[in-house]
């Protein structure tokens, strides 16, 4: 596609439930990174990866968080035993290579009840 | 702790004016300083950024001056247009390039008819 394309665009879950947010970078993008914004904050980073491998995981805020992205295009971000406080939009963004601008797709905006 | 600081949550400015944003932060490591646009129900919108061995940087309208010894960076937006009124967010990285950003709050920016 043109564009970063996040599916899907709100997901709503119950506490405790699994959820699996997908990502589908610019064809071609090494580099791709999933953020989250909270309501009133900026984005705040979970991930990067380049290819198929984590070069940075710092960001996930505790081993309920993972993401994967098996063939170096698709990501997918996964969260266990989901909380209340994961409610956010998750950005997914990708670029050419790290030292290129990064376009960020649309989000998914989760909320756990 | 904010190592981003936007100040102003928001900006209202007229039509063919000039906007300035600012944005300050404390984290001296930071060597790549990004603005971004972002309109509601999308991603953000990259719009130009500046490395810590430069003190400007132009694009058409949209200017970044760099203060270091200040920890200050601010966007001037001349001649001001309708189709800017979003939210901007400052963001900046301690490694040159789009890993790890580390992200202002914002500062929505309406520029009036």
């Known amino acids: 596609g043109a564009g970063v394309s996040q599916t899907p665009s709100n997901k709503v879950t119950e506490k405790g439930k699994y959820v699996e947010l997908r990502c589908d970078p610019i064809?071609?993008?090494?580099?791709l990174y999933w953020y989250r914004q909270s309501l009133g904050q900026g984005p705040e980073f979970l991930i990067y990866?380049?290819?198929?491998?984590?070069?940075?995981d710092s960001g996930l805020p505790n081993d309920r968080f993972f993401a994967v992205r098996p063939e170096g295009s698709v990501s997918t971000l996964k969260i266990q035993r989901t909380e209340r406080g994961d409610s956010a939009v998750y950005l997914c963004?990708?670029?050419?290579?790290?030292?290129?601008?990064?376009?960020f797709g649309q989000g998914t905006r989760l909320t756990v009840v | 702790d904010q190592q981003v600081k936007q100040n102003s949550p928001s900006l209202s400015v007229q039509e063919g004016r000039i906007s300035i944003l600012n944005c300050d932060y404390t984290?001296?490591?930071?060597?790549?300083f990004l603005w971004y646009k972002k309109y509601p129900a999308e991603g953000p919108t990259f719009l130009i950024s500046i490395s810590s061995i430069k003190d400007k940087n132009e694009d058409g309208r949209f200017t970044v001056f760099l203060n270091k010894s200040a920890k200050h960076l601010s966007l001037h937006i001349v001649p001001s247009q309708p189709g800017d009124s979003a939210v901007y967010f400052c963001a900046a990285s301690a490694q040159y390039g789009n890993r790890k950003l580390i992200w202002g709050l914002g500062t929505s920016l309406a520029v009036n008819p």
């Open positions: 984290n001296s490591m930071f060597d790549y």
């Open positions: 064809s071609g993008h090494t580099a």
């Open positions: 990866f380049q290819g198929t491998g984590a070069a940075d």
């Open positions: 963004a990708s670029s050419p290579s790290e030292n290129t601008e990064a376009f």
